[in-house]
C-alpha cells in the first residue's frame, strides 16, 4: 500500500510521509522525555549556554586531533552549519599550541553548479567558509598540511581515497529541516520507489557523489546563509555519504535550534532512540550507527505546541 504523499513536495519522500501517529507522539516529547531516550550507542547531551554549547562543540575538535600521530593519522570530518565552533577550534590550537601536522579534516560537503563543485570563491562556498572561519586562523607551524585538507569535488575518487589510511574520530554536523545530515536528503519519489521509500541497506550503500536537493533544503540554505534568497542557492551539492559515515567511529549532531525546528530536533531523536529507520527521515539511518550523540542547547528546543503569529 501506497505511503501518504509530500506535503512539502509531492515528488520527494520526507518527514511528512510518516505515520500521523508517530508524528503526533513526538510533538508531545518534553525536553525530559528527550534526555530519557539515551541508551547504548545514543546518547543525548543538553547545554545550558550558547557559550557551553559551542565550546563543547570545539573541544570535540580538539580531543580527536589530540590523537593523531604520523604514524596513526586521525582526522575529523565537520559541517558548515553550524559554524561558530570554527573559530573557538582556531583559538584553542593556537593558545594550547597543539601541533596539527599529522592531523586530517573532510569538509562535509560542497555545492555542485554547472557541471563542477563550486570554487572557493563562490560566496557560498563551504571550503571558502572552513579555511576564513577556521584554518587560516591557525598558527603555520600549526596548522596540518594542505594535503590533509580534504574537500569534496566532482570528481569524488581522490576524496573518498582520502578516507582509506586515516582514522575518522569524529563525524561532526548540524541537522536541516529535511532531516538530513550532510546532503543526504530523502530521495525522489520515483521507480521502483514510487510507492515506498528505499530500504535502508540501499541508502546506506552510498558514498560520496552529487546529490539533487529536496525543495526544503533550499529553501533552508537560502534562510541561513543566503537572506533569504533562493535564487542564490543551487540545487545540487556533492556530499559525504553513509559508506564515510560510517567509518566515522563517533557521529555527532548539533542542536542550537537555528537550523531545524522544535518538530525536527524531537523527530529523529525518537526514530533513533527507538530504531525506527526510514529513509523519508535519513537521520533515522543513525540508529545503526553504533556511537551516535545529539547535543541540545536548552532554549533552543522550542515547543511544538500551535502558537499563532
Not at 500521523?20 to 507522539?25: A, G, H, V
Not at 584554518?135 to 575518487?157: E, Q, S, Y
Not at 581515497?161 to 530521495?187: E, I, T, Y
Amino acid at each position: 500500500m501506497s505511503r501518504k504523499i509530500s506535503s512539502i513536495a509531492p515528488e520527494w519522500w520526507d518527514y511528512t510521509t510518516l505515520d500521523t501517529e508517530l508524528i503526533k507522539e513526538v510533538a508531545q516529547l518534553t525536553l525530559e522525555d528527550l534526555q530519557n531516550l539515551s541508551r547504548p550507542g545514543f546518547q543525548v547531551m543538553i547545554y545550558d549556554t550558547l557559550e557551553d554549547f559551542y565550546l563543547a562543540e570545539a573541544l570535540e575538535y580538539i580531543n580527536a586531533w589530540k590523537q593523531s600521530t604520523h604514524d596513526n593519522p586521525v582526522g575529523v570530518c565537520g559541517p558548515i552549519g553550524p559554524t561558530e565552533q570554527l573559530p573557538l577550534v582556531a583559538r584553542i590550537v593556537n593558545e594550547l599550541g597543539i601541533s596539527l601536522k599529522s592531523a586530517h579534516f573532510w569538509g562535509m560537503d560542497e555545492w555542485f553548479l554547472d557541471g563542477k563543485e563550486v570554487s572557493p570563491d563562490h560566496p557560498l562556498s563551504f571550503e571558502k567558509a572552513d579555511r576564513n572561519l577556521c584554518f587560516d586562523k591557525i598558527r603555520k607551524d600549526l596548522v596540518m598540511p594542505n594535503d590533509n585538507l580534504h574537500f569534496p569535488k566532482a570528481n569524488t575518487g581522490e576524496f573518498i581515497k582520502s578516507w582509506d589510511g586515516v582514522r575518522c574520530a569524529l563525524m561532526q554536523g548540524g541537522q536541516g529541516d529535511v532531516k538530513h545530515w550532510a546532503f543526504n536528503d530523502p530521495p525522489k519519489r520515483e521507480g521502483i520507489y514510487k510507492d515506498i521509500p528505499p530500504p535502508a541497506k540501499e541508502y546506506r550503500k552510498l558514498s560520496t557523489r552529487v546529490v539533487d536537493l529536496h525543495p526544503l533544503t533550499i529553501a533552508q540554505n537560502a534562510r541561513t546563509s543566503g537572506g533569504g534568497n533562493i535564487t542564490l542557492v543551487p540545487t545540487q551539492a556533492i556530499t559525504v555519504g553513509p559508506v564515510e559515515t560510517w567509518k566515522a567511529e563517533k557521529v555527532s549532531i548539533w542542536h542550537a535550534g537555528t537550523h531545524d525546528n522544535p518538530f525536527g530536533q524531537r523527530l529523529t531523536a525518537f526514530m533513533i532512540a527507538k530504531g525506527i529507520v526510514d529513509t523519508a527521515v535519513p537521520m533515522s539511518l543513525l540508529a545503526e550507527h553504533p556511537h551516535v550523540q545529539f547535543n541540545y542547547y536548552r532554549h533552543g528546543l522550542g515547543s511544538c505546541q500551535v502558537s499563532m503569529h
